[in-house]
C-alpha cells in the first residue's frame, strides 16, 4: 500500500524538490529515505519499497508521466503493432537505481524490520499500459483480450518476461519478501479469470523460484471475493492480502493456516480515527489471530490521513495479546 504517500509531512517536502514522482522512483538516496520515514515513525514489522508498479512500463520503453492530480499517464498500446516498440530485453539495467535503493535500504533498516518488495500483476500494468492510465471499465484491455487472444499473450509475456526479472533484481539487492499486487483483479470477467490472473502470477512465482528457491510471495487480488481460495491454491503464493471488502473470518477458515493472510483495515477506518477504527482493528485481530496474519490495511492510506491516526494504531497493534 502507500505508506509512504502523501499523509506524510515528510514525503511531500522531497517529493516537492523533485520534478518528477519517476525522477524520485530513480533516485536510489530519496527513493531510500521515503522508505524509511514511515519506519521511524510508526516501527512497523515490515517496511515497503518505494517505488511503483509503473516502472515496469517504463522500462519496457513506454512514455509514462505522472501529472499532479491526473494520475497516470502512458502512450497507450492497443495492438501488436504497437507492441514492436516495447522490448524485455534489457529491463533491469533501466531499473538499477530500484535495486540501489533496495540496498540502501537494508543499510539502514534495524535488522528485525524486514522489506517487501513488489511488482504490479501482468493484468493490472496490461490495464494501465491498453486504457492509457486509470479507468472506469477496462473497455479496451477486455476488448482486445478476447478480439487477439494471441497479441494480448504476447503482451503478457512481455510483462511476466520484465517483471519476473524486475523482482529477482529485488531479491538479489535484499529484499525480505516480494507482493505482487493485482489492483483490478476484480475487472476480470470469470471465464478469463485464469488466463488473465492466475496464469500469469504462476508464471512470474515460478521464474524467480527457479533462480531465488526459496522466495516468499503475497499476492494482492482485490476485489475478487470467494475467488481468494481458487488464486491462493493456483498460483503459488504464500500469502494473500485481502481488500477491506472481504470478512476476515471468511479468509481466516478458507485461507488460514495453509497461506499468510494479511488485511484489511479500510483505510477510511484509518482517516477516520479514534475508537471506531481501534474497534474495526481490534475485530480484524480477533478473526485472524489464530493463523499466520499480517496487520495491515485493505488499500492505500489516502491523502487526507492524519498521521496521528496511523500512529494511533500502530501503538494499539503493537500493545500485544488481547
Ligand atoms: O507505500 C509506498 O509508498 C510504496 C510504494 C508504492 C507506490 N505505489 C508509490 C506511489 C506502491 C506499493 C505502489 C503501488 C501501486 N501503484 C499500485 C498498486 C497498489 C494500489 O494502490 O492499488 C497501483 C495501482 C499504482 C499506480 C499508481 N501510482 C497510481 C494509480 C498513482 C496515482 C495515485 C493518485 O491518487 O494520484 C500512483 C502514484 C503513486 N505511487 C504515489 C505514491 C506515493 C503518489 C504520487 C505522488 O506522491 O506524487
Not at 502512450?75 to 534489457?90: I, K, Y
Request: charged share 20%; net charge negative; aromatic share 8%.
Amino acid at each position: 500500500m502507500r505508506q509512504a504517500g502523501r499523509y506524510l509531512p515528510e514525503y511531500r517536502e522531497i517529493r516537492q524538490n523533485v520534478s518528477s514522482f519517476l525522477d524520485l522512483c530513480y533516485t536510489p538516496d530519496l527513493a531510500a529515505e521515503v522508505t524509511v520515514q514511515p519506519v521511524r515513525r510508526f516501527h512497523p514489522d515490515a517496511a515497503i519499497l518505494f517505488s511503483d508498479i509503473l516502472v515496469v512500463p517504463d522500462a519496457l520503453g513506454q512514455s509514462v508521466k505522472f501529472s499532479e492530480g491526473v494520475g497516470p499517464q502512458l502512450e497507450p498500446v492497443r495492438s501488436v503493432d504497437d507492441l514492436a516498440s516495447l522490448s524485455a530485453e534489457n529491463t533491469n539495467i533501466h531499473l538499477a537505481p530500484v535495486f540501489e535503493t533496495v540496498r540502501q535500504v537494508k543499510a539502514q533498516l534495524p535488522e528485525d524490520v524486514a522489506l517487501i518488495g513488489f511488482a504490479g500483476a501482468p493484468w493490472t500494468v496490461s490495464t494501465y499500459m491498453i486504457e492509457g492510465g486509470t479507468s472506469r471499465d477496462f473497455a479496451q484491455t477486455k476488448a482486445w483480450a478476447r478480439r487477439d487472444p494471441e497479441g494480448f499473450d504476447r503482451l503478457l509475456a512481455l510483462l511476466i518476461a520484465a517483471t519476473s526479472d524486475y523482482l529477482i533484481g529485488q531479491i538479489e539487492a535484499g529484499a525480505d519478501a516480494l507482493q505482487l499486487f493485482d489492483t483490478w483483479a476484480s475487472a476480470v470477467p470469470s471465464d478469463q479469470f485464469d488466463r488473465c490472473v492466475i496464469a500469469p502470477t504462476k508464471a512470474i512465482i515460478d521464474n524467480v523460484r527457479a533462480a531465488k528457491p526459496d522466495t516468499k510471495f503475497i499476492g494482492f487480488p482485490r476485489g475478487i471475493g470467494p475467488a481468494v481460495a481458487h488464486y491462493a491454491a493456483n498460483t503459488g503464493v504464500n500469502g494473500v492480502g485481502i481488500d477491506s471488502a472481504l470478512a476476515p473470518v471468511y479468509a481466516a477458515k478458507t485461507l488460514q493456516p495453509a497461506y499468510a493472510v494479511q488485511g484489511n483495515l479500510d483505510p477510511m477506518a484509518l482517516l477516520v480515527g479514534g475508537e471506531p477504527m481501534l474497534k474495526s482493528a481490534a475485530a480484524i485481530i480477533e478473526a485472524l489471530s489464530g493463523g499466520p496474519f499480517i496487520f495491515n490495511l485493505g488499500h492505500g492510506v489516502v491523502p487526507q490521513t492524519p498521521p496521528e491516526h496511523v500512529e494511533a494504531l500502530a501503538d494499539f497493534i503493537r500493545s500485544g495479546d488481547r
